[in-house]
């Protein structure tokens, strides 16, 4: 898919793990589209949008595109994936030094190293600043309103994978709340799925049973059936990865990560030199990378002062 064709020396490819979800908005795809666009408007690169496959990074779709990316030598490549790729983008990377590579959000995977190379760089984001807001805005909320002085608030976190990007979530999170309400419990369990709704909603059914107030769920598709079982439980959720205010004033808020930022910065940095080489770089609340949105009405305004 051709964005810009301006024929510019500097080519961007951008490479998504899927098609937006038929007949739906894809918030997750549609911020790594916007920030490409916006790259392409305010420094006139040529950019295209390269499709991979999000199931297998082994399947025959990414040795097409390991081939392609190799014809068409890009002077920068940015893929948007939770992980770092099998291989045959590996090949691809190890093909084309001169060519810089951009994973945005991945994780390293057991035996590999294509991270660590000199032509790629790895955008991550600190997840645990924007847990700890949630869990700071949590924690006033429930101190504000705590019926039971001799009973603390309990609070509590149904997370999808472990994996270094969810943990960063529920630890930052954990911590807000201690911050903002000392003596608040707080609950955590793995679903061990991002896209099981069932099984989220069940993991947080129990915790309301066991006495919860608040369910955070920074678990992908499956965190939809925890918020919805803690909107129909009448107690408060927290959402993540996209603002999930359109469930309801239940929702005190969600955190975010703008991947769209992140593509920007890449290609920024990329024309000013100064990507960095074989490290990873953290994106942060200084570069307004990660946040919370969507903030309740039902949050006073005292609280919003205080968050």
Partial sequence: VAVNDNPKTIRVALVLPRLPKAGKSDPWIAQFVDGLQRAARDYDVRTVILL???????????????????????????????????????????????????FVDAYYLPGTNVLRQPNVTLLQFDDHQAGYLAGYLSGLV?????????RPPVVSIVAGMRIPQVIGLVDGFTQGVERAAPGIHVVTAYA???????????????????????VYAPAGECGLGALSVAG?????????????????AYILGSTIKHFDEAVHLSVRWFLEGTLPRGRPVTLNLNNDAVGIGGISPQVSPRLRKRL
């Fill in 52 to 102: 991979g496959d999000e199931a297998d990074w082994n399947s025959p779709v990414h040795e097409r595109l390991a081939r392609q990316l190799e014809r068409a030598r890009y002077d920068l490549v940015i893929l948007g994936s939770e992980r770092e790729g099998g291989e045959p983008l590996s090949r691809a990377i190890l093909a084309l030094p001169k060519t810089r590579f951009v």
């Fill in 142 to 150: 429930e101190k504000s309103r705590a019926q039971h002085p001799n």
């Fill in 192 to 214: 061990k799925t991002f896209t099981n709704r069932t099984r989220c909603a069940r993991l947080a059914s129990r915790q309301i049973d066991a006495g919860s107030e608040l």
């Fill in 232 to 248: 129909l439980r009448g107690v408060l959720g927290v959402g993540a990865d996209e603002d999930r205010s359109y469930l309801g």
